[in-house]
């Protein structure tokens, strides 16, 4: 049985600030930089074979 909620009983939540919450950083570490550059080189290799 699936209940239907009303939407009159709750109230819109507010976003969540940037400067409340901040967003992860991402910063990708060299060994996968490394790693994704080679298997490119890799493919670019076969393509010109």
Do not use: D, F, N
């Amino acid at each position: 049985m699936i209940v239907l909620r009303s939407t009159s009983l709750s109230e819109p939540q507010r976003a969540i600030s940037s400067s409340a919450r901040p967003h992860p950083v991402h910063k990708p570490e060299a060994a996968s930089m490394m790693q994704t550059l080679m298997q490119g080189l890799s493919i670019i290799r076969r393509a010109e074979s």
